[in-house]
């Protein structure tokens, strides 16, 4: 025990001695030690990278003559460092002080009294060439913290001369130079004259724009663009509308290639651009085990191409060993407007499950699938950047049919006569209540916020999606209800090598429920209820496996959260730890909420971030734990 106190008390000693020394702004300790006082900030930094003697302090071979060869030096390294801060009569005191019996190394110091910063009592300003005439801008653009009276700060000078050559050439005038450009300071009087001359040379603008061959027809391709014939040649313009027809998913390579303008005072520069298109067809087969869902299959074919105006298609198909699931869907995608993003979108889905005596814990019984069929209308809106985040809205209308047969669950072992004497006995309301058959027209609204600082590891990023959607029997359906959804995530950086991420799902529905043989059924589909459990549920329970005791098919609302602290301990590699709770149900007198909690490890991979996390219940369920794979971003 004596050892490990004294271990730390000398730890303890160590850290108080360097907050010391970087309190007195002391630099070394091997040939030379040196201490700078009296400043702070930029201009401290800026004198201890100009100060040779800081630079050789650790060079064993330098003797006292070289030594004091450097800070001979020092004073005039120093005045010249905080000039660019506007310090013309810094007072400096130095001290050099050879090494003596105590200490073993050469003790030089400076403290620095900046004094006041020089102000600037002239300011020349000119443009010449046709800049001077057709743009205001341009000059004004000048004037910014130069203005006479200002105090001299030469990197300000310099942002202003650099912001005015970047100005000038947004505005067109692509040959822009400067002219003559100083600042002169007058020691006697303590002021400073700026003199910043601009030669605009001729402006030029955008002329025609030209599109190569291609499988898309020009009048489609011309909704792409962000250039307009006539405005002013903008490089960043340019930029931009490379990166905006990269961002189309239609071409792996975008070339804009500049014309030769004519020679006047306003030439047109024309553009050719060369797209160098995706193949047509993209086809894909993936095989996979997952936690949730077992061995899975899925295949896809998407055609990149279908006419002349931007239109694709996706058909795909799963096949899923958990519960027998089985997927289908198709996708038709109309763009409306494709430069802000704004399309139409066509989709059908086929979706079915089993549903066996087993899963409501019979010992005999049947089974029955799950089956839902949807045909959507989409119109995804145009994007919006919205504070600092990307804003996507969307509006839809699905028309949904859902059938199954809970009877067959529950007596499917009995023959056809006891269950029709079954269904006489317990009516025929109820046995409808059993075997529903839901047919509704629901219309959709979702909307989505995200920003992030890195799509593949996200260190500081938000998520919010807000989903309602709902039926009436004045739409045609058989059925009412409505429905709102939220899901967040929220990831914040703790240091340099941790993060924090929140995350929450929450449901609400209002919707009839009917009871029958003790069992209660909501009157809204199945694919719409709501379960809990699962990777990006809570942890440590089965996929789907939570949700409200007195139902078989899910509940009406869901409130999920979850908090997780992740540890990065080599390069690319963390480990977490999380907890997560919540339930799916259909009283909020009865949530019933579950609690899971795990460790997992996470490893940045070049495709994404792949997780692997193993949950443990803390409350009853089926098994001890359960271990999740999952490969992708957050969100």
């Known amino acids: 025990m004596n050892a490990r106190v ?15 020394m970087h309190s007195m702004n002391t630099f070394g300790a091997g040939k030379i030690q040196v201490t700078v006082s009296g400043l ?33 030096k ?65 000059r004004s653009a000048l004037s910014f913290n130069m203005e006479k009276g200002a105090v001299l700060d030469h990197r300000r000078y310099e942002q202003a001369r650099d912001a005015l050559l970047e100005q000038a050439r947004s505005e067109g005038y692509l040959d822009a130079r400067l002219g003559q450009h100083q600042v002169k300071v007058d020691l006697a009087d303590y002021t400073a ?13 955008f002329g025609p724009v030209s599109f190569g061959d291609t499988r898309l027809s020009k009048t489609y391709l011309s909704r792409y663009l962000l250039i307009q014939e006539g405005a002013p040649y903008d490089p960043a313009t340019v930029s931009r509308q490379r990166v905006a027809l990269s961002k189309s998913g239609h071409f792996r390579e975008v070339s804009i290639i500049r014309g030769e303008a004519g020679d006047t005072t306003q ?6 651009i060369e797209l160098a298109p995706f193949k047509p067809n993209r086809y894909r087969g993936r095989m996979g085990w997952g936690t949730d869902y077992g061995l899975g299959v899925q295949l896809d074919w998407t055609r990149r191409y279908a006419g002349r105006r931007g239109q694709h298609f996706t058909l795909g198909g799963t096949v899923v060993e958990e519960r027998k699931r089985l997927a289908g869907d198709a996708s038709y995608t109309v763009p409306m407007d494709p430069l802000a993003g704004s399309s139409l979108e066509f ?59 809970v009877f067959e669950v529950l007596f499917g072992n009995l023959p056809d006569a006891a269950q029709n004497t079954l269904i006489e006995l317990i009516g025929q309301e109820t046995y409808d209540t059993l075997s529903p058959d839901f047919q509704a027209l629901v219309p959709r609204l979702r909307l989505n916020l995200r920003r992030y600082d890195d799509p593949l590891y996200i260190r500081r990023g938000d998520y919010y999606n807000l989903e309602f959607l709902g039926t009436d029997e004045s739409l045609g359906s058989n059925i009412n209800f409505w429905q709102a959804r939220l899901n967040t995530w929220n990831i914040f950086p703790m240091g340099d090598t941790n993060r924090l991420l929140l995350r ?46 007195d139902t078989i098919t899910g509940g009406k609302h869901l409130a999920v959260a979850s908090v997780e602290y992740e540890h990065e ?22 949530i019933g909420e579950k609690l899971g909690a795990g460790f997992g490890l996470r490893w940045r991979s070049p495709v994404g971030l792949a997780r692997i996390d193993v949950g443990f219940p803390l409350d009853d369920a089926e098994d001890s734990f359960q271990i999740y794979i999952t490969v992708g971003p957050e969100f």
């Open 6 to 20: 004294t271990f730390i008390r000398s730890v303890v000693q160590c850290a108080l001695l360097l907050a010391l």
């Open 40 to 72: 702070a900030g930029e201009a401290l930094d800026n004198v201890m990278a100009s100060l040779s003697i800081v630079e050789r302090q650790q060079d064993q071979g330098l003797d006292a003559q070289g030594i004091r060869a450097l800070h001979d």
């Open 74 to 138: 020092a004073q005039w390294q120093i005045r010249r460092a905080l000039e660019p801060f506007g310090y013309y009569r810094p007072t400096i005191s130095t001290s050099l002080l050879p090494p003596d019996d105590t200490h073993g190394s050469w003790r030089a110091s400076y403290h620095i009294d900046a004094g006041d910063k020089v102000r600037i009592e002239r300011v020349d300003i000119s443009v010449t060439g046709p800049g001077a005439e057709s743009d205001e801008r341009l």
């Open 193 to 205: 004259a700026v003199t910043l001359q601009l030669v605009s040379g001729p402006r030029y603008t």
């Open 267 to 272: 030439a047109a520069v024309p553009l050719h």
């Open 347 to 405: 989709v059908a889905r086929h979706e079915s499950k089993e549903l066996t005596f087993e899963e409501v814990d019979l010992e005999e019984g049947g089974e029955t699938r799950i089956a839902t069929n949807l045909a959507s209308l989409f119109w995804h809106l145009p994007y919006r950047e919205w504070g600092g985040f990307e804003f996507r809205r969307s509006m839809g209308l699905s028309l949904v049919g859902e059938t199954y047969d």
């Open 504 to 549: 929450s799902a929450w449901g609400y529905s209002e919707a009839d429920s009917d009871n029958a043989l003790g069992i209660n059924f909501n009157q809204m589909p199945e694919y719409f209820e709501f379960r809990a459990g699962g990777a990006r549920s809570v942890r440590g329970y089965g996929f789907e496996e939570l949700f409200a005791a």
């Open 569 to 590: 301990f080599i390069a690319n590699f963390s480990a977490a730890v999380f907890l997560d709770a919540g339930n799916a149900f259909n009283d909020f007198d009865d």
